[in-house]
């Protein structure tokens, strides 16, 4: 199973993320856990990404595909992945999918489209900044972390829907509840397929 999340800053693409890599035993890659480990680390790629991450802004697509390529490579050979923060812009797509139509057995099955209104976005962000301290969780840079999606992000839904990868789930739903109704579009997706 080869998944990709795609949803805006506080949606719960990581907390899905996580359950359904648990549930379909594949890797949960995380492009920023991978990054904030790199930046904690002090290595070169982490000090290069972290005044792009303080921003708020995406990291360069040379920086991600250096850190992020050798893990979806071994998640592919043992089961798959979740893909949770890249790619991130239509370029990052097109390239993603050149790619793995020369890697047999990497090329993504699903892309799951979480749906959650920008005003719970911005409380969910703003609640997870007083709980965990993240940097990135200050409301200014929240607000632009939301418009940097909704102008890089969101156009690549169209690509991916055009290969009939997509599945749109409401996320503003309980926990539990989005998990369900991930796992039912994502296999309802498969059965058709097969």
Request: cysteine-free.
């Amino acid at each position: 199973m080869r998944l990709l999340m795609v949803a805006p800053p506080g949606a719960g693409k990581g907390t899905q993320a996580v359950r359904l890599a648990s549930y379909y035993t594949i890797a949960h890659l995380s492009s920023g856990d991978l990054f904030r480990k790199e930046v904690a680390a002090g290595s070169e790629v982490g000090r290069r990404a972290a005044e792009f991450l303080a921003r708020g802004d995406l990291v360069p697509d040379g920086l991600v595909l250096q850190v992020l390529a050798p893990h979806v490579l071994d998640a592919a050979a043992h089961g798959g992945y979740v893909l949770d923060g890249y790619p991130r812009t239509l370029a990052q797509a097109e390239e993603a999918h050149e790619v793995a139509g020369r890697i047999s057995g990497v090329e993504l099955q699903a892309v799951v489209h979480l749906e959650v209104g920008r005003d719970e976005l911005l409380r969910r962000l703003l609640a997870r900044a007083a709980q965990d301290g993240r940097a990135d969780d200050q409301e200014s840079v929240i607000h632009h972390r939301l418009d940097v999606y909704d102008r890089e992000t969101a156009p690549m839904l169209g690509f991916y829907a055009s290969r009939g990868l997509v599945v749109d789930v409401d996320g503003e739903g309980a926990v539990d509840e989005v998990f369900e109704a991930i796992v039912g579009a994502v296999d309802a997706l498969r059965a058709g397929l097969a």
